[in-house]
């Protein structure tokens, strides 16, 4: 039966949230608990709520814990996952003394970090960018760890081509891209020094209705809105399948860091995107701009490789008839735009 679209927030929780069936087939068997460190932003707390419904049926009545830890400014999503049953710590990671005191894991997934601001900020950007995985990296030595990353750290490669894989030498460009380049680098090198399983996560661009590359497209036709299509393709994966994945490579981290490439697994031009959502939306989509030669885009053949026939996402035309229902019905937005379409690293 194929998926329900979500037509509210409590529908779309359910399912952002939703395990497969391997990864509730793979949390029968590790032991420990899930810390997931940054789980305030836009995709941590679905992801905390997929992590304690696979462990539910999982469990069979161990009962481990989900750590969900930010700062939680977002009252209303904390208190969500305290109703499911999800531990709220409230913690500023930047402080090292408040990170100390986290309650040790053997499974952590870690999310935290900066993108947007970085232009007024640079210098807070590199501090939560890179001494926050220094200090979570040391306090969590042992753990398998699913570090998040961006596909950003790649170059722009050929519009019409796979994308940069995980061979592809590394390029960032832009203070955001270079300090997550130095996430990378600091969570492998005190990964190796404390001999946790690591895994990086270079993600490029979930899709969550209320947010991302196709809910900014949608809101621009609906709108009537130009559509600069200078970075003419993307990569665009439904969130609940990016939240899949990244806990179900906590049992794939290794010592030393592996990189995975998550996102779909196709090469998607902008124009037809936006044309696609034109006709569900009823809307003639306004364009400026002539396509670029190359974009930012990311090679998955190798995640495909790693979970083969298991990886069942959903099929962009459900993700296209979804974000234009969503759109088109003026639900609720988060109103953080993507910038996919910057191209010199200045967010």
């Not at 899949?244 to 592996?258: C, E, F, K, T």
């Not at 031009?269 to 936006?274: E, K, S």
């Amino acid at each position: 039966m194929p998926p329900v679209a979500p037509h509210d927030l409590d529908s779309l929780s359910a399912a952002l949230s939703e395990p497969s069936a391997p990864l509730i087939e793979l949390f029968r068997e590790p032991d420990g608990h899930v810390c997931i460190l940054g789980a305030g932003g836009k995709m941590g707390p679905s992801l905390a709520l997929m992590a304690r419904r696979a462990l539910d049926l999982a469990d069979g009545g161990r009962r481990r814990r989900v750590m969900a830890v930010s700062r939680w400014s977002d009252a209303v999503a904390a208190n969500e996952l305290e109703r499911a049953g999800i531990d709220v710590v409230r913690c500023d990671l930047l402080e090292r003394s408040d990170v100390q005191r986290l309650e040790w894991a053997d499974n952590v997934i870690f999310m935290a970090g900066q993108k947007f601001g970085t232009g007024g900020d640079p210098a807070m950007t590199w501090a939560l960018n890179t001494a926050v995985p220094a200090f979570c990296a040391d306090h969590f030595a042992g753990a398998r760890q699913v570090v998040f990353s961006t596909g950003n750290v790649y170059p722009l490669t050929p519009a019409d081509g796979p994308g940069a894989s995980e061979t592809t030498p590394l390029a960032p460009v832009g203070e955001y891209a270079m300090s997550c380049l130095g996430r990378e680098r600091v969570m492998t090198a005190l990964g190796t020094r404390g001999r946790s399983p690591v895994a990086l996560y270079r993600l490029n661009y979930a899709c969550a209705l209320t947010y991302g590359v196709l809910t900014d497209l949608a809101v621009k036709v609906r709108d009537g809105s130009a559509i600069d299509v200078t970075m003419g393709a993307v990569n665009v994966i439904w969130q609940r399948d990016a939240n899949d994945i990244a806990l179900r490579l906590l049992m794939h981290a290794s010592n030393p860091a592996i990189a995975v490439n998550v996102t779909g697994p196709d090469t998607l031009r902008v124009r037809d995107l936006a044309e696609a959502l034109g006709s569900r939306l009823g809307r003639a989509p306004v364009f400026t701009g002539s396509e670029a030669p190359d974009a930012l885009l990311s090679d998955t053949r190798a995640l495909h490789a790693r979970f083969g026939n298991s990886l069942s996402l959903l099929p962009l035309d459900s993700l296209l008839d979804w974000t234009a229902d969503w759109v088109g019905n003026h639900r609720w937005l988060l109103g953080k735009a993507t910038k996919f379409e910057v191209r010199d690293g200045g967010f």
